[in-house]
Antibody, heavy 123, light 110 residues
Framework: QVQLQQWGAGLLKPSETLSLTCAVY????????WSWIRQPPGKGLEWIGE???????TYNPSLKSRVTISVDSSQNQFSLEVTSVTAADTAVYYC?????????????????WGRGTLVSVSS | QSVLTQPPSVSAAPGQKVTISCSGN????????VCWYQHLPGTAPKLLIY???RRPSGIPDRFSGSKSDTSATLGITGLRTGDEGDYYC???????????FGGGTKLTVL
């Protein structure tokens, strides 16, 4: 049974750096890509970005300047950093296992999710 | 403002059928497959449909998906009170080179 366990600081001040880590237990880490997704209070889901086992990343253009996703394949872990946070970054942050591949069209979906971490930004 | 457009809410009685629409453009839904998620309060989102109309193992056939041009639809039959929650569509946007979601639809089973 594959599980994702995530952790990180839940309360930040404006201008600080958000840092979260997600560990993958019980499955093949190298076969998939891994993503971060967030949901601000009362709003919908927002994809932040993805990374594969070799460290290749793709980011949401709206967040790209402040986001870094990294991987430690030896530990089956991947991490998220968001710099210069503001109140607008307050959200539940999820890590998830992603499938993205193209035949004639792109297939993209998340079949396994972490439990979510509420990150609040407040002075 | 989400890239994909969903109705804010839908409702139906137990046992009835409901559909949830998801509208995009030629760079996202028009070009790529759609996925759907169920998000119940206090839980992580759950994949219901991928590749526009395929169900993962363990998802009952009460849930179905379809896609036509730049729109997609999630259908749920035999509604139960346990189906109440938020439903999201998602797809890859070839122009943005990013994943995009709809704003979510709140399902109420009256």
């Amino acid at each position: 049974q594959v599980q994702l366990q995530q952790w990180g600081a839940g309360l930040l001040k404006p201008s600080e750096t958000l840092s979260l880590t997600c560990a993958v237990y019980g499955g093949s880490f190298n076969f998939y890509s891994w993503s971060w997704i967030r949901q601000p209070p009362g709003k919908g889901l927002e994809w932040i970005g993805e990374i594969n086992h070799s460290g290749s990343t793709t980011y949401n253009p709206s967040l790209k300047s402040r986001v870094t996703i990294s991987v430690d394949s030896s530990q089956n872990q991947f991490s998220l950093e968001v710099t210069s946070v503001t109140a607008a970054d307050t959200a539940v942050y999820y890590c998830a296992r992603e499938s993205r591949y193209r035949s004639n069209t792109w297939t993209w979906y998340f079949d396994l999710w972490g439990r979510g971490t509420l990150v609040s930004v407040s002075s | 403002q989400s890239v994909l457009t969903q109705p804010p809410s839908v409702s139906a009685a137990p046992g009835q059928k409901v559909t949830i629409s998801c509208s995009g453009n030629s760079s996202n839904i028009g070009d790529n497959h759609v996925c759907w998620y169920q998000h119940l309060p206090g839980t992580a989102p759950k994949l219901l449909i991928y590749d526009s109309n395929r169900r993962p193992s363990g998802i009952p056939d009460r849930f179905s998906g379809s896609k036509s041009d730049t729109s997609a639809t999630l259908g749920i039959t035999g509604l139960r009170t346990g189906d109440e929650g938020d439903y999201y569509c998602g797809t890859w946007d070839s122009s943005l080179n990013a994943g995009v979601f709809g704003g979510g639809t709140k399902l109420t089973v009256l």
